[in-house]
């Protein structure tokens, strides 16, 4: 079998290699001329100098009448003026000052006398109520610098200004070709071994937020001579070209060998992960870049150099990202032989705003879902404890990031339904949920990780739920537990029980799936087992670890394994049967400080809605 | 004359009973389908559950073999085992896992034997390099909850989860309707008492960023029959109307008197300044807003109600909007009539944020152009002293503003060519500059408010520019003057001198027009009147004051005045005579702990550039 090593070049080294190569063939954009009124969000080409002043003339900034402030000098309650119509022409708010006046009066404090005459009692002083000739731009005056993305009321301010039509760049066009024997487009029916080509969905996505315009070309088979001609017709039509998937050097990875026919490959390699077999070169004078079939590595390299390119299109510097310090709260190993890019939840708790890693499998797209941020672990370290400060660079707003109401501990889709329930009634922040099993839980609320943590902890020897975990891990009236749910918690078995599974005990003779550690689950099947006088090493399976009841549901529906403990709705979603096992008190955990948080209370609202609990009996195995 | 006093109802009241009304009149968002790869940045309208799992099959997660783990239980460096080719099957990364294989052996790991054998010299478990069924998505997981805006990433998940097509709340179409018989289309050389109409280019684009279409009617004349008809086709096409101008109580104003026949007029005048003559009504089921003519008006009813309205469209809750705690660079007067709202300008100088207040009339654009964010005085408040802490709305990231180069000082337009100069080298900052006067630069530098002063203080006494000011106004030491350029300073009269001005003392047979107090020019046109036996009261136009050379030369050209003293470009751009006074020595002044300050470098780096010197002399005036 064939297999290329790869470079393995540091980050900075790739992109200063790669970038000073693109600056030296002349990659730079092209411009547009566009009407200003259609240029809102654009780049400008060069420095914009207003054509005309604003106003043009001098007007009025009243509706009164216009007359020369001389007349009204001696105006006071006990001399009043007045004008004859002669002495005064009636204006509106933006009507010319005719040329015999200098001033406005306002229509408010001129007094109705007979033949048209006005009595005044104030007096107006030159340019009083004029808005007078240059007033807000000077002709000639710099309105924009060069590379300016225009704002709205830059647009209002350059037509002001008498500029009407506008030198912009163009959008940078993307060429990207989804490559692969295995992908086939968005279906809610694929075949075992088809894999979704949903990539070029997310590149478009951030090519729009980076400004750039997307083109996605047709899925190219592993053949080099398709691949070689779709990346030709993607040079001739586009600025940009990038090849998703085959950027590696398996036996079917040709993106390398094929940029390398075309024009030049500066690094293949980079001491980054995920991301890490990456391409970079050039054709045509045109970047081309060879990105991981992985989505999440395609996304980092998205971020970390086509971003960039972008940049480079629009004559704009790289500007640094915004970062914010956080303490990590959970340690992080990491190789020395890449600088890592773990992406984090953030949440602001009691003032501390913490950084939570999330999963970090190349392959979970729902890891960038999730992230607010990212932690770049450097090369040259191992790995970083809990508790210390670390820099995240920010992927959303601070702002959005903080108005976040934090949900951890024991998985129950219960979390996600109040979540939505709580959308739709249009509340002011957003609701993040983490599953950290119940222990976990204890340790967030513990740690001012979380506001909430959902708990369902049975005390083996009172068969008491809840009540002796938090008294033996949290300091005492640190925290209450508020009512959550009853549920029912039962062995998960294929679709008709072939095994004839009937109890806890039975699962000696299957494949089971488990829970992680510190999952109430997995305290009630360490309980169940020491009762049934089973030991792990006897349950097949017992060390494959799942997080969620429903990914438990769906291995035992793979057939992956025969049975595991978990929820009613979960083996409901998955067509399983349900053999019920014991009844459980769902709780949740508060830290006293936060009992009055309008967020908590929302949360706790809406858990003790009719609306709500009409939605979990139709969930069903909710008691 | 007509003139009908406006409502002044507070904005938190005329907001609760506007948007009560358009809530009990059922204002709500129309949905659409449409396929999630087009999705990105789209409001979904219900929660979005997984059809599939994502892997939906045990899938390779490398290139390699597949085997069943237990054949490999005893594999070591002392004990290899081999695999015939009946044992493994080769599979690359994604392919799907054979029915008897449960993990799989990276090829890296793989040492080639005979007849097609590999051995190996360490053991896999059970799905060690597989990614199991729903690793990354749980079919029936919530992917996001109902009215999220989708990401890139999420839209991936959505594909990954099997979801092809997705409701959406259609973007809101919003008419916006230009009213006026002065108002004229975009151009380059308008009529005296003509309006360019930018105001819907304005609002297009503040309808963009809030996600909302915009649709621009013709420009309709005051005519009370064909606002009408104006707006009930807008009323027949759109989702919402803004009808622009007209909104106040004038004698053409008719926006009120016309929603008010169509449907129902809420509220007439909001206490708020700029922006009090707004009327918020609704017709057939639709909000119809009035907005007034002053663009800076317009733009805070646009930002405070419309911004909220289209969010209600959505079904979005009304965010807090992000603020920032500020130093208040200078005192603010306000009136207990209203709120205000100031635009102000942000630098982070020292590490203390300062809020500089910017023009406050209603007609200037620019000041929302230059405008980092927004500080509202509340009505029941008559001002704010400088050195108060207050708080700002931001307009921008604040990440964003931080990284800005502020200049401040006295008025010269090489600050500007010269922040274009950075821009189009590509500078990994932006410059602010304002135009304060030479003394404004001294005290700002003084009190931590700039990082640069461009100034140019004549003392009478000496002869010598800027040094016994920064001596008598700073502490010792604490700031130093670095070279900038000199200039020559003259009187700048009309085209072809029809007064025939020849020197200074002249002006008393003028109409003059002066700088600000605090200006090095209005400094030196003191100094000179002294010097020529004159005093203020003898010249007329001595306390018409402008900001800058342009606005004075501007005022020149209009005919509003016959003189002024300014810099030759200034006259030279607006084609006046020019009397040479005396070469001024314009210096920055720069507080020494910003010496070593990359951006105050890369500035001065500018400013003595070959090719910088070049454009000073093609603008002329400079020695």
Redesign the interface.
């Known amino acids: ?1 064939k ?1 290329n090593y790869l470079n393995n070049l540091p980050l900075d080294e790739a992109k200063s290699k790669y970038y000073a190569y693109l600056k030296e063939v002349g990659l730079s954009g092209k411009t547009e001329t566009v ?3 259609d240029a ?2 654009r780049v400008i080409k060069n ?1 914009a100098y207003a ?9 009025s ?1 009243m ?1 009164g009448v216009a007359v020369k402030a001389e007349l009204t000098f001696t105006a006071s309650e006990r001399t009043p003026v007045t004008l004859t119509p002669a002495d005064y022409t ?1 204006v ?5 000052l005719p040329d015999n006046a200098d001033s406005v009066i306002m ?2 404090d ?1 007094i ?1 006398g007979e033949n048209g005459n006005y009595e005044i009692i104030s007096s107006v ?3 009083q109520n004029v ?18 993305v ?8 350059l ?2 200004g ?3 039509e506008i030198e912009v760049i163009r959008k940078p066009l993307v060429g990207i070709i989804p490559t ?1 024997d ?1 992908i086939v487009p ?5 075949q ?2 088809d ?12 090519l ?2 980076m400004n750039a315009k997307a083109k ?1 070309y047709p899925i190219t088979p592993d053949k080099k001579e398709l691949i070689k001609a779709a990346i030709e017709k993607a040079l001739s039509e586009c600025d940009i070209v990038l090849v998703s998937a085959g950027s ?1 050097a ?3 990875d040709y993106t390398s060998d094929i940029i390398a026919s075309l024009g030049t490959v500066l690094v293949h390699g980079i001491a980054i992960k995920p991301g890490k077999p990456a391409v970079l070169g050039e054709a045509l004078g045109k970047p081309v870049i060879g990105l991981p ?1 992985y ?1 999440v590595s395609a ?1 980092v390299i998205m971020d970390e150099i086509v971003h960039d390119i972008v940049a480079m299109y629009y ?6 990202r ?1 970062t914010v310090k956080a303490t990590l709260a959970k340690k992080i190993v990491s190789s020395l032989k890449y600088s890592e890019y773990v992406r984090v939840s953030l949440g602001r708790i009691n003032n501390k705003l913490s950084a939570s890693p999330l999963a970090r ?1 190349a ?4 890891s ?2 999730k ?1 607010d941020g990212v932690l770049i672990v450097p090369q040259n370290c191992e790995g970083i404890e809990a508790g210390e400060e670390v820099e995240i660079r920010l992927n959303k ?1 601070l ?1 959005e990031i903080e ?1 976040t109401l934090i949900v951890t501990g024991s998985h129950d ?1 219960l979390i ?2 109040a ?2 329930f ?3 009634k ?3 922040f957003r ?1 993040c949920s983490t599953h950290v099993g119940s222990m976990g839980a204890i340790y967030a609320v513990r740690d001012g990780l979380a506001h909430l943590g959902g708990i369902h902890l049975l005390d083996t020897e009172t068969g008491v739920y809840n009540k002796s975990y938090v008294e033996k891990y949290l300091p005492e009236g640190s925290a209450v537990t508020v009512k959550g749910v009853g549920r029912v918690q039962g062995l998960m078995v294929q679709k008709g029980n072939p095994l004839n599974i009937k109890e806890f005990g039975d699962i000696k003779n299957c494949r089971y799936v488990n829970r992680q550690r510190g999952a109430g689950t997995r305290i009630l099947c360490d309980y169940l087992l020491e009762k049934n006088k089973l030991t792990p090493t006897e349950i097949d ?1 017992y ?2 670890e799942e997080f ?1 009841h ?2 438990v ?3 035992i ?2 057939g ?1 394994a025969d049975a595991g403990l978990g929820i009613y709705s ?1 083996a409901k ?2 067509d399983l049967d349900f053999i019920p096992i014991c009844n459980e008190t769902y709780e949740f955990l508060i830290d006293k400080s936060y009992l009055d948080n309008p967020m908590v209370k929302a949360f706790l609202d809406v858990i003790y809605s009719d609306e709500f609990r009409k939605r979990l009996s139709e969930m069903g195995g909710y008691v």
């Open positions: 079998m297999y009407p200003v009124n809102c969000a420095a054509h005309i002043c604003s106003p043009h003339y001098n007007a900034a509706d009636v509106d708010t933006g009507d010319p229509v408010e001129l109705e002083v030159p340019w808005r007078q000739v240059g007033e807000d731009i000077c002709m000639g005056d710099m309105i924009a610098p060069s590379g300016t225009l704002t709205p009321s830059l647009c209002g301010a037509l002001a008498g500029i009407t692969g295995e968005p279906t809610s029916n694929p075992k071994g894999i979704i080509e949903f990539n070029s969905t997310v590149f478009k996505g951030m729009g937020e996605v590696s398996g036996r079917d079939g989505p996304i004559g704009k510097p790289q500007l640094p915004e499998g392959g979970v797209i729902t960038f879902t992230a707003p702002f108005n889709p996600d339904e979540a939505d709580l959308a739709r249009g509340a002011p609701v399976g060390h494959n969620t429903t990914a549901a769906a291995l529906a793979a992956n979960a979603m998955y």
